[in-house]
């Protein structure tokens, strides 16, 4: 069974920085390319970032590129993303997502983890 | 970027009922859109791909249609689980884009 679990998320001050990370199983996770997706609270989505199977080619949206830097480590079947120079409105449920090998519509997700920025 | 917008925003209908959920891009996508049910406090689940494949496990009631820059998403006879907000989905250029979503009422 494919299974997505992020972690990492919290409160955090803005210009701060945080580290979510997204553990994959049930799959071979060297083989799919992986994305991150977010939701302000009671918004629409928001994809964030792709990264291909081997980590070698990365896609970020305007709004964050400069600022966050998705990774993964296929060894550890484990998915980043680090977020540097945080902002209010980067406030969101982020959730990790695996598209099908070829594709990029999201065919598995992960339950989320909250970030907030706030003082 | 190309822009997904989905109309209604929000769809208030009855049990049984059929609806339609429109989604429009901004410029042409081909047949690469996806349809979602989200339910509060959970993940998005994906319905359909390539604008009018059911995705494995997904109940004969929903189907897509479309090409181009006009896409629909249909439930044939809502059911009491079908309540819940829908989200279109381009996949044929990086940025991907969503639309806003379409909240799904019981009437």
């Known amino acids: 069974e494919v299974q997505l679990v992020e972690s990492g998320g919290g409160i955090v001050q803005p210009g701060g920085s945080l580290r979510l990370s997204c553990a994959a199983s049930?799959?071979?996770?060297?083989?799919?390319?992986m994305h991150w997706v977010r939701q302000d609270p009671g918004k629409g989505l928001v994809w964030v970032s792709r990264?291909?199977?081997?980590?070698?080619?990365?896609v970020y949206a305007d709004s964050v590129k400069g600022r966050f830097t998705i990774s993964r480590d296929n060894a550890e079947n484990t998915l980043y993303l680090q977020m540097n120079s945080l902002r209010a409105e980067d406030t969101a449920v982020y959730y990790c997502?695996?598209?099908?090998?070829?594709?990029?519509?999201?065919?598995?997700w992960g339950q989320g983890t909250l970030v907030t920025v706030s003082s | 970027d190309i822009q997904m917008t989905q109309s209604p925003s929000t769809l208030s209908a009855s049990v049984g009922d059929r609806v339609t959920v429109t989604c429009r891009a901004s410029?042409?996508?081909?047949?690469?859109l996806a349809w979602y049910q989200q339910k509060p406090g959970k993940a998005p689940n994906l319905l359909i791909y390539?604008?009018?494949t059911l995705e494995s496990g997904v109940p004969s009631r929903f189907s897509g249609s479309g090409s181009g820059t006009e896409f629909t998403l249909t439930i044939s006879s809502l059911q009491p689980d079908d309540f819940a907000t829908y989200y279109c989905?381009?996949?044929?250029?990086?940025?991907?884009?969503f639309g806003q979503g379409t909240r799904l009422e019981i009437k």
């Open positions: 997502a695996r598209t099908p090998i070829g594709y990029s519509n999201f065919n598995y």
């Open positions: 049930g799959f071979t996770f060297s083989s799919y390319w």
């Open positions: 410029q042409s996508i081909s047949s690469w």
């Open positions: 989905q381009q996949y044929n250029t990086y940025p991907i884009t």
């Open positions: 990264i291909n199977n081997d980590g070698s080619g990365t």
């Open positions: 390539k604008a009018s």
